[in-house]
């Protein structure tokens, strides 16, 4: 049976040696409402002396296209992704295997459903410990970094 799944992730261009973290996603809930969770989170950004480089507005690209693409259903009352650096991690990560540059920006997500009221959900991909030794505590670094702010902004830490 593995060398079927395996044969299967091979088939459909997942690496085989793929860290079993970049097949998951950590996700936390807030009892509060979108607006006041995506403050929160740009505010445990912020308070790390970083910056916030951009934000993905998902819910309303979706939303806008909806029709272009033959869909009717709403997803989400609203949805972004949050997009920001650290000028120190990053160097670390990248000094230690420049294809690292791959991870930067790092992303937060921040969504809520359609008709789940003051529920809202944040999360972050982890970044896969890949490389050198150096290169995979650099990465859990960012990893310990993401997951900080996004506990922050639930009320997790």
Same mark, same amino acid.
């Given at each position: ?15 085989? $040696? ?16 979108? #607006?006041?969770? &995506?403050? #929160?989170?740009?505010? $445990? ?16 690209? =979706?939303?806008?296209? $909806? &029709?272009?693409?033959? %869909?009717? &259903?709403?997803?989400?009352?609203? %949805? ?6 650290? %000028? ?6 990248? #000094? ?37 030794? #150096? ?9 310990? =970094? ?9 009320? &997790?830490?």
């Amino acid at each position: 049976m593995r060398l079927l799944i395996f044969a299967l992730a091979l088939l459909c261009g997942f690496p085989a $040696a793929a860290d079993a973290q970049t097949r998951r996603i950590v996700i936390h809930t807030a009892n509060d409402s979108f #607006e006041n969770v &995506k403050q #929160e989170v740009v505010d $445990a950004i912020v308070k790390r002396g970083l910056v916030v480089d951009y934000t993905a507005q998902v819910g309303s690209m =979706l939303e806008r296209t $909806a &029709k272009d693409v033959g %869909a009717s &259903k709403r997803i989400y009352s609203d %949805a972004q992704s949050v997009q920001f650096c650290s %000028a120190t991690l990053s160097r670390r990560t990248m #000094e230690a295997d420049p294809q690292n540059v791959a991870f930067c920006p790092y992303v937060i997500f921040i969504y809520a459903l359609d008709g789940r009221p003051n529920t809202t959900f944040v999360g972050y991909r982890p970044l896969p410990r890949l490389g050198s030794r #150096e290169s995979r505590r650099a990465l859990g670094s960012v990893n310990q =970094l993401l997951d900080g702010i996004v506990r922050e902004a639930v009320g &997790k830490n």
